[in-house]
């Protein structure tokens, strides 16, 4: 099984809302990903997590706060978004850094629209 | 730093004929090279990698990918292609000046078959 699996699929939000972005995989990967992506344009790294810690914060907004709860999950919370923040936010997994068949393994992604 | 580049943002290319997404990259010391596809509204699906080894990388779909080390080359090929071939198509590196599991994407090329 190689499913990273993003809920929700599609999510409209006002500047003013909370709201969170949920990842879940079960192929036993310790690494997890949060990536922004714009129409035709590459996947952005965001966050990395390595062992549930976080790794790599790419210079990313405080408006984004991520959260790895245990090995399987992470989340992605947002709040007093920008419209320029629309996007399709991917999640991905791997086996961290060293590990020879560290291929990153990614959800369908969320579409967010901030209004 | 490491990095690679997609030459051409669209190819086209007809349906039975060969192709060939182009892809070199940038790296000090070996590299670690991947290609990546993504369909519309879809995450990105691991295609085929290259580590060490053989130069000609067979991946999913019937795709393949020969790495040139003389040119800096990771070209993505099919023999025979399929309008389904028909999405984005990412080349990437691993960051080897990162401690964690990051990968660099190209800026992507659009295949698209025609019937």
């Known amino acids: 099984d190689t499913e990273v699996t993003q809920t929700p699929k599609h999510l409209v939000m006002g500047m003013t809302n909370k709201k969170s972005l949920k990842c879940e995989q079960h192929?036993?990967?310790?690494?997890m990903y949060w990536y922004k992506q714009k129409a035709k344009k590459p996947p952005e790294l965001m966050f990395v997590?390595?062992?549930?810690?976080?790794?790599i914060n790419e210079s990313v907004p405080s408006r984004f706060s991520p959260e790895c709860p245990n090995s399987s999950l992470l989340n992605l919370h947002l709040h007093a978004l920008q419209p320029e923040d629309s996007a399709l936010y991917l999640c991905?997994?791997?086996?961290?850094?060293?590990?020879?068949?560290?291929?990153?393994?990614f959800g369908a992604g969320t579409r967010l629209s901030v209004l | 730093a490491q990095s690679v580049a997609q030459p051409e943002d669209q190819v086209n290319v007809a349906e039975g004929n060969p192709l060939t997404v182009k892809c070199t990259y940038s790296v000090s010391g070996n590299p670690y090279l991947f290609w990546y596809v993504q369909y519309p509204n879809r995450g990105l699906q691991f295609l085929l990698k290259?580590?060490?080894?053989?130069?000609l990388v067979k991946g999913s779909y019937g795709f393949e990918a020969e790495f040139n080390k003389s040119q800096t080359s990771f070209h993505l090929k099919k023999p025979s292609a399929l309008v389904s071939d028909s999405a984005l198509y990412f080349c990437a590196v691993r960051d080897m000046s990162s401690s964690a599991s990051k990968i660099i994407f190209g800026s992507g090329t659009r295949l698209s078959i025609r019937p």
């Open positions: 997590y390595s062992y549930e810690k976080l790794s």
């Open positions: 991905a997994s791997s086996q961290p850094f060293g590990e020879a068949k560290n291929i990153q393994y």
């Open positions: 192929m036993g990967h310790r690494a």
């Open positions: 290259y580590i060490t080894g053989d130069n």
